[in-house]
């Protein structure tokens, strides 16, 4: 029996009424961009993490280009974040024409280090760049001290964490901005491309919804800055607003899925070999990935697919050490923890459809690859 990685079909089907109405609706309106549905959305995503302001914009990696430029990053400009991320996070700094500069993460979360912050942050230092890596927070009360201490900002990046919280507080409602993706497969997935900045500040917000719409300020065919055209259109917003009603649900079965991972792992005598990502005390997960460090991974990896099992590698090379980023001059080994976590991670399937027989294959799986 397959265990697919993900599985949207099975989403899809456990909500298809509803999504099919909304899809509907929209085309009855024939009202693609801006609107109703999508005034609602920002409304409705505001109210869920407890944000003063939801901009909605094409794409995650948007919502980070955004949110940067409009905290007037650019050229000599230098923004501190992990190298173990996907590639958007950094390479929103570097369209925007600064330079992100990579400090270590920690080995059991997987987020950025907070004792590496300080010693990088220079004279051109203007900013730090946290992602919650897999649906975990970061330790946004040691990065907002460092912050306020050194006047940066802090940006974000809540792509995998929607839902997930420190100390009580969303990820993405703690910084200057969040950052959000509605890619496909993230945790509130749109049917194609989209994005969200928040916001608790009105000025920031209001910068990032003009950069988005052309820099249109006051009226229509006014403009009062060089912005660019970044939107999230009325179909997805329709569909989203279907799906976020679902969230916590689905927050809670990943957590449960999860929870049913790490008890299979024990049961079956693989703790010492197994270790899940950590999940510090004022942290509550979403995960968006299913995270463990084994032994031989590339092997295990080989192992799983010739059985059919579901898996990835999030991510197989970091961000200092990527072709485009030579010019940076880091080198092998000069971010240990992360260049390690590349060789050790694999991501099990995880999701709310996730059977308890398909998670005891995987583990089963798991134990047979491992000897
Ligand atoms: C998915 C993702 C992004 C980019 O989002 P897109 O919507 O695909 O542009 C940025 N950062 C992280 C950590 C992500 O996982």
Redesign the pocket.
């Known amino acids: 029996m397959a265990v697919p990685l993900l599985d949207l079909k099975g989403q899809y089907a456990s909500i298809k009424g509803e999504i099919d109405a909304a899809i509907a609706g929209v085309a009855e309106s024939q009202y693609f961009i801006n609107g109703p549905q999508l005034k609602a959305f920002q409304e409705e995503a505001q109210a869920f993490l407890g944000a003063s302001h939801a901009i909605g914009c094409a ?6 280009m955004l949110a940067l430029w409009a905290l007037g990053i650019g050229p000599g400009d230098e923004v501190i974040t992990t190298p173990f ?5 950094a390479g929103a700094i570097s369209r925007l024409g600064a330079t992100p500069v990579f400090v270590d993460i920690e080995p059991g979360t997987f987020n950025i280090d907070p004792d590496g912050i300080e010693a990088a942050i220079g004279p051109k230092t203007v900013g730090i760049l946290p ?1 919650h ?1 897999y649906g975990v927070s970061a330790d946004m009360d040691r990065i907002g001290a460092i912050a306020k201490k050194h006047d940066l900002f802090v940006v974000e ?1 809540a ?2 964490s929607i839902g997930a919280t420190w100390n009580g507080a969303q990820t993405g409602t703690m910084g200057d901005a969040g ?1 959000f ?3 496909p497969s ?1 945790n509130l997935g749109a049917w194609g ?3 969200m900045v928040t916001s608790m500040n009105a000025e920031l917000a209001s910068t990032v919804s003009k950069l988005a719409k052309h820099g249109n300020f006051p009226r229509k065919y006014m403009h009062q800055m060089v912005g660019c055209n970044s939107r999230l259109d009325a179909l997805q917003a329709a569909i989203l607003r279907v799906k976020l009603g679902h969230l916590a649900d689905w927050c809670e079965a990943r957590r449960a899925r999860a929870a049913t991972y790490k008890a299979l792992v024990a049961d079956r005598g693989l703790a010492d070999r197994v270790t899940f990502q950590e999940v510090p005390d004022p942290a509550v997960p979403v995960y ?1 990935q299913c995270v463990v460090r084994v032994p031989s991974r590339d092997d295990v990896a080989a192992f799983f697919k010739e059985r059919g099992v579901g898996h990835a590698v999030y991510y197989p090379l970091c961000l200092h050490l990527q072709e485009c980023y030579a010019p940076l001059e880091y080198a092998v080994g000069s971010m240990p923890v992360a260049e390690q976590a590349t060789e050790e991670v694999l991501a099990l399937p995880i999701y709310p459809e996730l059977t308890e027989a398909q998670q005891a294959e995987v583990i089963d799986t798991l134990a047979e690859a491992l000897g």
């Not at 794409?59 to 980070?64: H, P, Q, V």
Request: proline share 0%; charged share 15%; glycine share 12%.
């Open positions: 794409s995650g990696s948007d919502a980070l991320t996907f590639f958007a996070t992602v890596l990046d792509a995998q950052c993706s509605f890619f993230k491309d989209g994005g968006h």
